[in-house]
């Protein structure tokens, strides 16, 4: 070889041309190969986002009637069901949408005078087809939404003995029994009513005809809480509860006491109890709840004892009038209050029998052990995942001198501002980014560069203006 190896241009056009489809094609094919994961992972990140919201709606609509998790109240079928997780989607969603006529199942569809959308009919039916139901139970206590009916009680064992002894006793007795498993809860202990339902203990009820109350208790009030119980109860069991009803004037009082109904409670629930404990009550209940000169102790056995969770709740919703003991319940959400009840329950195991009150000297908000004082770093993350921001306690409104912090909890209500209300899947910002879109960007900026420096070359080209004068 004597040194000039000369390449035709042609060869170079050739190859430059081949290049270029080289890569057009490969891009093409990368393209193709990840296009269907891409929109797998677009469908599982649309999914979760849709089940996710679907908790909410079932907290928010849904939880009163078919359970904490699914699994359904008294007679309300549970939902949580594998023959309903088989079943046709479409008809799923017709029923949510058009509620089921003559029982208390509602219609929710927007077009049938509900409150949803046919999109949050679709999330509900994925929720019943794909959801996790204990998921679904955590949300609905995290968002305070827990029902408190699906709780039973037990009949007074020496009153039913008693009973028991009477002419008929026994038909009576295994009423009371009833009762307390399935009715108590919305019907109120010794059958005197609560605020879902009314008295049945009571001599207009009384009155009704056999018949008439059979019927009621079979088929159920039409849009009512009040059930279908003809699948749930047998005809014998439904004579026992009308017999019942019907003689509960020999039923001595106290024989079926108020179903006990502990605030249920989550990892997140009972983080944010203590946050808001720490905020809110340790200035005057003590940084342990073990109360000061301001406040009693409420880390101490005989009051966690004697105190149910529904009377802790009612307290610290409406306050004590006439001490300093505020009502928080237009303060803080019904969510935040059940999680500070929570809170203080989880001290019962290891309350001391004697309450010992830390000394305080001062204001109360300056007290030791205070939020402003002890410099209690709040903020931290929830085991969620999520950031209190929220519950940031607010030094200001904690100083203003009135004795009552406010909490600061800025979302409260059950609008889902509550920080596990967001998804908990966090999602890197890139994995957010289209890669297609990227492409373009980046196409366009450098097509622009190019013309940029394209016209740059131009311009210094071009006879300078001094210069042409
Ligand atoms: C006021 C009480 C109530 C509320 C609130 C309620 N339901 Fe129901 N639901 C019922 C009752 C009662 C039935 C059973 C009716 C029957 O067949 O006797 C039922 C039945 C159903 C069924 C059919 C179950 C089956 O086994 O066939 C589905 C699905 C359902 N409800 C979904 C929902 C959804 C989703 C929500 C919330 C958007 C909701 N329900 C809210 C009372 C309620
Ligand atoms: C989920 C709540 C709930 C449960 C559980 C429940 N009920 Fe009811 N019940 C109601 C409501 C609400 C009404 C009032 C309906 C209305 O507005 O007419 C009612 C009404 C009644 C009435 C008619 C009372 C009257 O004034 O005429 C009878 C009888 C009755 N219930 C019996 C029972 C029995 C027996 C059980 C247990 C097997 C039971 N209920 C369980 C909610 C409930
Ligand atoms: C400004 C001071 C103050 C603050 C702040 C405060 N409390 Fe109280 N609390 C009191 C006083 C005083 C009582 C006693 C009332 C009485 O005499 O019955 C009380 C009583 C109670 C009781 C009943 C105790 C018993 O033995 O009967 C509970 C429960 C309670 N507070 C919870 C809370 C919770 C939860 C918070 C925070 C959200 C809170 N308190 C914040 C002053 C306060």
Not at 48 to 69: F, I, M, P, Q
Not at 212 to 237: C, F, H
Request: net charge negative; charged share 15%.
């Amino acid at each position: 070889m004597n040194g000039s190896l000369k390449i035709s241009p042609r060869i170079i056009e050739l190859s430059l041309g081949l290049l270029a489809t080289i890569l057009i094609a490969s891009g093409l094919l990368a393209y193709a190969w990840q296009e269907p994961q891409r929109i797998e992972q677009a469908q599982a990140a649309q999914l979760a986002t849709d089940l996710n919201e679907a908790k909410n709606l079932y907290a928010e609509n849904c939880a009163v009637c078919h359970g904490l998790a699914g699994d359904g109240i008294g007679a309300i079928p549970a939902l949580n069901s594998a023959a309903l997780v088989g079943s046709d989607p479409a008809s799923l969603a017709k029923i949510i949408a058009r509620g089921l006529y003559n029982t208390a199942m509602p219609a929710w569809a927007q077009e049938d005078g509900g409150p949803l959308s046919d999109y949050q009919i679709d999330e509900l039916v994925g929720l019943i087809r794909y959801g996790d139901w204990t998921q679904v139970q955590e949300r609905v206590i995290n968002l305070g939404l827990a029902p408190m009916v699906p709780f039973t009680t037990e009949a007074d064992p020496d009153i039913l003995a008693q009973v028991a002894q009477l002419p008929g006793g026994e038909l009576l007795a295994q009423g009371i029994s009833l009762y307390a498993q399935e009715c108590v809860a919305c019907h109120g202990a010794d059958g005197l009513g609560t605020s879902l339902a009314p008295a049945l203990n009571d001599p207009v009820v009384r009155e009704q005809t056999a018949e008439d109350l059979t019927r009621t208790v079979i088929y159920g009030v039409s849009g009512t809480l009040m059930a279908t119980w003809e699948n749930a109860l047998s005809q014998p069991e439904v004579e026992m509860l009308v017999n019942l009803i019907r003689n509960w004037d020999q039923v001595p009082s106290g024989a079926i006491p108020a179903p006990v109904r502990p605030i249920p409670v989550t990892t997140e629930s009972l983080a944010l109890g203590e946050q808001i404990f720490s905020t809110t009550c340790i200035g005057c209940h003590g940084a342990q709840g073990e109360g000061t000169q301001r406040a009693p102790s409420l880390n101490v056995k005989g009051f966690l004892t004697d105190t149910s969770d529904a009377a802790i709740e009612q307290i610290v919703t409406l306050g004590v009038t006439g001490t300093s003991m505020p009502a928080w319940g237009d303060r803080i959400s019904t969510a935040e209050i059940q999680a500070v009840v929570g809170f203080i329950r989880s001290w019962e195991p290891d309350a001391p029998e004697v309450a010992q009150p830390s000394r305080v000297t001062g204001p109360w908000w300056k007290a030791a052990g205070s939020p402003v004082a002890a410099g209690v770093t709040s903020g931290q993350a929830l085991p969620s995942g999520g950031t209190t921001t929220t519950y940031t306690p607010n030094t200001g409104a904690q100083a203003d001198g009135t004795g009552q912090g406010t909490g600061t909890a800025g979302g409260g209500g059950h609008t889902g501002t509550q920080p596990w209300a967001v998804s908990n899947e966090p999602q890197s910002w890139w994995e957010s980014i289209d890669p297609r879109s990227l492409a373009v960007i980046g196409g366009l900026a450098l097509g622009s560069l190019i013309l940029i420096l394209w016209a740059a070359i131009k311009l210094y080209r071009l006879p300078h203006p001094i210069h042409s004068i």
